[in-house]
C-alpha cells in the first residue's frame, strides 16, 4: 500500500474516486476517524494517568474489579423530559452504552444494569421501587462491583448548570466522586464550581448497593446550553471517556496496563 499526499491543490473530500487503487477519504469519515483517534487518545492517556496517581488503595483481594454501569431510569419510566422532549432515560443509555464500549477497549470488566429502552423490575408489576430493587440486588450479585448510576438533572428554573456527583457513604464512594467531579470539572466543564457531596439517605440505590457507589448528574436538562451538549453524540463520548478515566485513577491499576 502506498500513501500519496497531494498538497498543490484543494480536494472535496466528498467525493471518491475508486479507479485505479486510488482513494479520497469522503471529509465525514475522515472527521470521524479524527475525532475517534483523538477519543481513544484522551482515554488511553487518563489511564496512563490513573497508572501514574493511583489514589485509591484498592485492597480488594484478587478479583478485578467491576464497573456496574447504570443508565438511570427507562422504559415507562423516562426519568427529567426537557422541554423539547428529549427524555433523562434515553441520554442516560446513549452515554452508558459509550461508556461500555471504551470500557471493553481498555480491557474493563463491565456490567449494564439495562442495555436498552425497558423498566427493569424485581417483581411481577413494575413501580419505581422495583425497578430500584433489581438494579440494588443485581449490583449487589457482583463480587468487587463499583457502581456508577448516571442520571441528568433538572430544576423548574433554566439557569442551574453543571455536573455534580453524588456519593454512597464510604471512604472509596468519597474518592471516586471526588476524582470524578474533579475529571468532569477539568476536562469538559471548567466554569462548574460545583463539588461531590455524599447522596441524600433518601436516594435508594447510594442507599442500598453495597459497593462503592456513585451517582453523576451529568447535566441540567432544564438549561440550554447543557441540554444542547448532552444531545449531542460527541460530548456524550467525552463524558464516557472522563467516567472511565475517573474509574481507572481510582480502581484500575491493574487494568491500566493495557494501554501503556
Ligand atoms: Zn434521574
Known amino acids: 500500500m502506498r500513501g500519496l499526499f497531494d498538497f498543490t491543490r484543494k480536494i472535496d473530500y466528498n467525493r471518491e474516486h475508486g479507479s485505479r487503487g486510488v482513494v479520497v477519504l469522503n471529509r465525514e469519515k475522515l472527521l470521524d476517524g479524527v475525532l475517534l483517534l483523538m477519543l481513544l487518545g484522551a482515554a488511553c492517556l487518563l489511564v496512563y494517568t490513573a497508572m501514574q496517581l493511583s489514589a485509591v488503595s484498592s485492597e480488594k483481594g484478587s478479583a478485578a474489579p467491576v464497573l456496574i454501569i447504570d443508565p438511570g431510569h427507562g422504559g415507562i419510566d423516562g426519568g427529567a423530559i426537557a422541554f423539547d422532549g428529549t427524555k433523562e ?117 447510594t442507599a442500598h448497593v453495597s459497593c462503592p457507589a456513585v451517582l453523576v448528574e451529568c447535566g441540567f436538562l432544564s438549561n440550554l446550553t447543557d441540554l444542547d451538549q448532552l444531545r449531542q453524540d460527541t460530548f456524550q463520548s467525552s463524558l464516557a471517556v472522563v467516567l472511565l478515566g475517573a474509574y481507572l485513577r481510582c480502581f484500575g491499576q491493574t487494568r491500566a496496563l493495557l494501554c501503556t
Open 89 to 205: 432515560s434515553d441520554i442516560n443509555l446513549a452515554i452508558a452504552l459509550k461508556l461500555s464500549e471504551l470500557a471493553g477497549f481498555c480491557g474493563v470488566q463491565s456490567v449494564l444494569t439495562r442495555t436498552d429502552d425497558s423498566a427493569r423490575t424485581s417483581y411481577e408489576a413494575y413501580s419505581e421501587h422495583a425497578d430500584l430493587v433489581y438494579r440494588t440486588e443485581l449490583a449487589n450479585s457482583i463480587q468487587n462491583g463499583v457502581f456508577l448510576s448516571i442520571h441528568q438533572n433538572f430544576y423548574p428554573t433554566s439557569q442551574p448548570s453543571g455536573a455534580q456527583v453524588l456519593y454512597a457513604p464510604g471512604e472509596q464512594s468519597r474518592q471516586f466522586a471526588e476524582a470524578l467531579q474533579t475529571l468532569l470539572v477539568s476536562q469538559l466543564q471548567p466554569s462548574n464550581r460545583r463539588l461531590a457531596e455524599p447522596a441524600p439517605k433518601s436516594l435508594y440505590l
